[in-house]
């Protein structure tokens, strides 16, 4: 089995929802939150630009906010879902304007790095045995003036953590894992997540201790989730996220089940009438 953090993300938010999109492969109706759809195009705006710097070319200004304009207007659509009452699709359309206005002024002339690449594929064999696999993608990976590596990620979001919250983030750390088992001069690796709507970032660095103990956290995460897969045993967490969770239409707690009870009989295969224990929240 072939993991991914969102993968075990997903089961940690929710089990029963786990259970429709990789288990069950539950087909959803599309759509995205307006924040979702600007944040990916924040990403794509950044991926070409930097593609372009790869080769020498740094992109104007002006031309990294037309271009993420016109990736705007290609790809909106009906299923992007804006849940304030209080902003319009421009204002998150300009939001995205802004993120990439305050970063290329921040960085320009963007010469204090090497970029290696966007959206680079990481594999991670946690314990070298095949059992526990990963997969990502990185944002964008630099090498320093120093020879060491930088893992960058953008983030779009309204908030910024603190600098413990940030580091308690097992994704870049999976990812510099991965960036070691791919690249063996990976001697000194930071992590550095943007918070592109405040024009900050915070920096982080992971002791081998630090590593050893995702290691383990993660093989932990693993073995749950594959006894659950054993045991088909997939409760439902109530939570506030509950009303944008793409399976709530199909979700028995939608449909009134008992308070502590879960029934998926529909969702079996074969049919079972069998009932789940959740805990109440």
């Not at 990403?43 to 790869?54: I, K, T, W």
């Not at 320093?144 to 930088?150: K, L, N, P, V």
């Not at 918070?195 to 093989?219: C, P, Q």
Request: glycine share 6%.
């Amino acid at each position: 089995m072939l993991y991914s953090y969102s993968r075990i993300k997903r089961f940690e938010k929710c089990p029963l929802a786990y259970r429709f999109e990789y288990i069950d492969k539950v087909e959803t109706e599309e759509f995205d939150t307006i924040e979702a759809f600007m944040g990916s195009l924040v990403h794509e705006s950044m991926d070409v630009f930097y593609a372009e710097a790869r080769s020498g070319k740094i992109m104007p200004h002006d031309s990294l906010l037309s271009l993420y304009a016109d990736l705007w207007k290609e790809k909106i659509h009906p299923g992007v879902v804006i849940n304030s009452r209080d902003l319009a699709e421009e204002d998150y359309q300009n939001a995205g304007s802004k993120c990439l206005t305050d970063y290329y002024n921040h960085y320009s002339p963007f010469d204090h790095s090497e970029v290696i690449g966007t959206e680079i594929k990481v594999f991670v064999d946690l314990l070298g045995d095949g059992k526990y696999k990963f997969i990502g993608y990185v944002d964008r990976l630099d090498r320093a003036h120093h020879g060491g590596y930088e893992i960058h990620d953008y983030k779009t979001g309204g908030s910024v953590p603190s600098k413990k919250q940030a580091e308690s983030d097992r994704q870049l750390a999976l990812y510099e894992l991965g960036i070691r088992q791919m690249r063996k001069d990976a001697g000194d690796v930071e992590l550095i997540w943007h918070y592109l709507r405040h024009d900050r970032e915070i920096r982080s660095k992971k002791s081998a201790s630090d590593l050893d103990s995702l290691k383990t956290g993660l093989v932990s995460a693993i073995n749950i989730i594959e006894k659950a897969t054993k045991d088909d045993f997939f409760p439902e967490k109530r939570t506030n996220l509950c009303k944008w969770c793409a399976y709530q239409q199909i979700c028995m707690q939608q449909k009134k089940a008992p308070a502590r009870q879960t029934r998926l009989s529909k969702y079996l295969d074969p049919p079972q009438d069998r009932y789940y224990e959740i805990e109440t929240l």
